[in-house]
């Protein structure tokens, strides 16, 4: 069965520093693994997605996530974050074949200090 | 393109009364709409899956007769919760996929407060 793990409820960093979001996955099958941003009363926003191809992921807002299978982690990345960028991700993972469901991890708070 | 919206945004309804909530794919046809319940500060739960044409799927533990689902066209899932009560209070956020993808796209959410 398909799950998500992300690591830290809540993150928190200086601005400009390196953002850092963990998210480990099981599949059975070859997975499609997404990260999505929330903002309070919001929906959710794609940031990136991994389908097949290129592990590393580049998404909006200068994102980026590398799919390593042999680690099952599709950790998400930013060099220097910015005060905008609070707010909550949550990465998911496609579930089960042919359901076109997607599994959430139970997402992370990012806090941004200035 | 691939916007969903949702409506209303924000609904207050009394205790006991049933409230509406639409879902529409504005610029695709969604083969599939998917129902998610979100409670603060946690993640998103699936509550169903429905294909339009087709009766919705739903998750373990979600009523079906509290919680109908319709999806009578390619644009359009509405859900209906029935004699709501407090503790339905809550975020739903709505979801399509089209026909031959595999990425859903998400909604704007609806906040509904029962008192």
């Known amino acids: 069965a398909q799950s998500v793990t992300q690591l830290g409820s809540h993150v928190s960093v200086s601005e400009g520093a390196l953002v850092l979001l963990r998210c480990n996955y099981s599949s059975s099958v070859p997975p499609y693994l997404f990260w999505y941003v929330q903002y309070p009363n919001q929906g959710l926003q794609l940031l990136l997605k991994y389908t097949t191809g290129a592990t590393l992921v580049k998404g909006i807002n200068g994102f980026e996530a590398e799919f390593k299978k042999s680690e099952t982690s599709f950790h998400l990345t930013k060099p220097s974050a910015h005060m905008s960028d609070a707010a909550e991700y949550f990465c998911a993972v496609s579930g089960p074949s042919g359901t076109y469901k997607y599994i959430f991890g139970t997402g992370t708070r990012l806090k941004v200090l200035a | 393109g691939a916007v969903v919206s949702q409506h209303p945004s924000r609904v207050i309804c009394k205790s006991g009364t049933s409230v509406k909530i639409e879902c529409r794919s504005l610029?695709?046809?969604?083969?599939?709409m998917f129902w998610y319940r979100q409670f603060p500060k946690q993640s998103l739960m699936l509550m169903a899956t429905?294909?339009?044409?087709?009766?919705?799927?739903?998750e373990q533990g979600v009523e079906k007769d509290k919680f109908l689902i319709n999806h009578a066209s390619l644009t359009l899932s509405t859900l209906t919760v029935t004699s709501a009560h407090p503790e339905d209070s809550s975020f739903y956020i709505c979801s399509a996929r089209a026909s031959g993808g595999n990425e859903q796209y998400f909604g704007p959410g609806t906040r509904l407060t029962v008192t």
């Open positions: 610029d695709f046809q969604a083969t599939t």
């Open positions: 429905s294909n339009e044409g087709s009766k919705a799927t739903y």
